[in-house]
């Protein structure tokens, strides 16, 4: 009996002798994946592609995410003139505030890349505050996915700088962080609750004291009542007696 060992796939990129543990080449070239299906030794031609449905995707992903979030904020924060209904948040200036700085935040530019602007790649904010994209011009953008990469991506110590990936996480940080301003709104609402709550319970306290007393002043004039009933019913009988007597 033959016992023959596993080795390791053997193969050339460029001249390049390569060498893996398994049929799957992670390391050769960067983002790039070779799968070993067969034994050749004639050159194999590999041609790449940008995957601009993925992209697109992931872009249309990032525009409907922060749809939902704009359509949040605006039907919490305003009033439905059909229904006469104000959302729970009408008015308050924290939500509001976050409405106005997303929006203003997906306005502003990203300088030193080719695309500076949502809207150089097709994504426009609508009135009120939604935002569209230009299939046609978001495609001619993806040409060039570096740029595209680098205007949501862009790192920089300077915020204004930043991708708009970049500055919506630096912006998700200091707002909802530990001591951001809607944790410390939250806080105080939940204060609020609290006091509300302890309020609430005082004046019900209050009102089982009034209830019991006022039940007790009840029975009390009931029982008067009734011996004053009692009273009338004896007077009107004497009376009665007293008119046959000298009648």
Do not use: C
Request: hydrophobic share 35%; glycine share 8%; charged share 20%.
């Amino acid at each position: 009996m033959q016992i023959t060992h596993g080795a390791n796939a053997l193969a050339t990129i460029n001249g390049i002798a390569i060498e893996s543990a398994s049929n799957t080449y992670k390391d050769g070239l960067p983002g790039i994946t070779l799968q070993f299906s067969q034994t050749t030794t004639a050159p194999v031609e590999i041609s790449i592609t940008n995957d601009k449905e993925a992209m697109t995707k992931t872009i249309q992903s990032f525009v409907d995410a922060y749809n939902a979030l704009n359509d949040m904020l605006s039907s919490t924060t305003g009033y439905n003139s059909e229904t006469k209904v104000a959302g729970s948040l009408q008015g308050d200036s924290t939500a509001v505030g976050l409405q106005n700085a997303l929006r203003g935040m997906m306005r502003s530019f990203t300088p030193g890349g080719e695309f500076t602007t949502l809207a150089d790649i097709g994504i426009d904010i609508k009135s009120g505050g939604k935002m569209t994209v230009d299939s046609t011009k978001l495609g001619k953008a993806l040409d060039n996915p570096q740029a595209v990469q680098n205007l949501f991506n862009a790192d920089h110590i300077d915020p204004t700088a930043q991708g708009f990936g970049e500055k919506l996480k630096t912006f998700a940080e200091g707002f909802a962080g530990a001591s951001g301003t809607l944790t410390s709104r939250s806080e105080s609402l939940r204060e609020a609750a609290k006091r509300n709550t302890k309020e609430q319970e005082k004046v019900n306290e209050r009102a089982v004291r009034a209830e019991s007393r006022y039940l007790k002043q009840y029975n009390a004039m009931d029982a008067m009542v009734g011996q004053l009933n009692s009273l009338n019913a004896f007077v009107t009988q004497q009376i009665a007696q007293w008119n046959k007597s000298t009648g």
